[in-house]
């Protein structure tokens, strides 16, 4: 099981990206998905998540600006990115939480970070 993370790309101030992530393998359910983010120098930090159920929480910078979504029958959790900063660059990762697979529950699962670029 692993999560594949595509998106990202440069753009200039208050343009929009979309990022996705998906999970590959046998799974049963996924409990949280989220998108983290790290920018050069600062610590790796949490964007947004969603639980299965439709719990989201949302960094408050990024509040009104980006939307969080997922797909539980394809295991994918999408995140769109409006209004974008030169402060959202980062390299941004999803992440899996409470991962059921073949009746185990595996540990947190990371994607490849992809990175997004804002120009002011």
């Known amino acids: 099981v692993q999560l594949q993370a595509s998106g990202g790309g440069s753009v200039q101030a208050g343009g929009s990206l979309r990022l996705s992530c998906a999970a590959s393998?046998?799974?049963?359910?996924?409990?949280?998905m989220g998108w983290y983010r790290q920018a050069p120098g600062k610590q790796r930090e949490l964007v947004t998540d969603i639980a299965r159920a439709g719990d989201i929480n949302y960094k408050d910078s990024v509040k009104g600006r980006f939307t969080i979504s997922r797909d539980n029958d394809k295991n994918a959790v999408y995140l769109q990115m409006n209004s974008l900063k030169p402060e959202d660059t980062a390299v941004y990762s999803c992440?899996?939480?409470?991962?059921?697979?073949?009746?185990?529950?595996?540990?947190?699962?990371w994607g490849r970070g992809t990175q997004v670029t804002v120009s002011s």
């Open positions: 393998g046998t799974i049963s359910s996924i409990n949280v």
């Open positions: 992440r899996a939480d409470g991962v059921s697979s073949m009746g185990l529950m595996l540990n947190v699962l």
